[in-house]
């Protein structure tokens, strides 16, 4: 059973930064989302197995960098500039495939954790 654990959310002031943490039971390609009350959940980066390959949605580039250390199969994703419509549960997600973009292409999700940016 493939587990999933993040941690790093919380409460920070618009323009600060928090980085979240995933960390895997095995190494897959990676992939980050959120989502909102009463919104669909949104993808937000992804990221392959070794590294060298990201992807991100227009909302949060250049705000938001997806990374990874396969020595300790855990995921990052570091978050600057942030803005109260960031707010949302986080998720990570773990793909047996290649990801993407779209959330039934991941097999194993995380239990999400909550990001607030306060206004």
């Known amino acids: 059973q493939v587990q999933l654990v993040e941690s790093g959310g919380g409460l920070v002031q618009a323009g600060g930064s928090l980085r979240l943490s995933c960390a895997a039971s095995?190494?897959?390609?990676m992939g980050w989302f959120r989502q909102a009350p009463g919104k669909d959940r949104e993808f937000l980066a992804r990221?392959?197995?070794?590294?060298?390959?990201?992807v991100y949605t227009d909302s949060v580039k250049g705000r938001f960098t997806v990374s990874r250390d396969n020595a300790k199969d855990t995921v990052y994703l570091q978050m600057n500039g942030l803005k109260p419509e960031d707010t949302a549960v986080y998720y990570c997600?773990?793909?047996?495939?290649?990801?993407?973009?779209?959330?039934?292409?991941?097999?194993?999700w995380g239990q999400g954790t909550q990001v607030t940016v306060s206004s």
């Open positions: 997600a773990a793909s047996r495939s290649s990801g993407g973009y779209v959330a039934r292409n991941y097999d194993y």
């Open positions: 990221i392959n197995l070794l590294g060298g390959s990201t």
């Open positions: 095995g190494r897959y390609v």
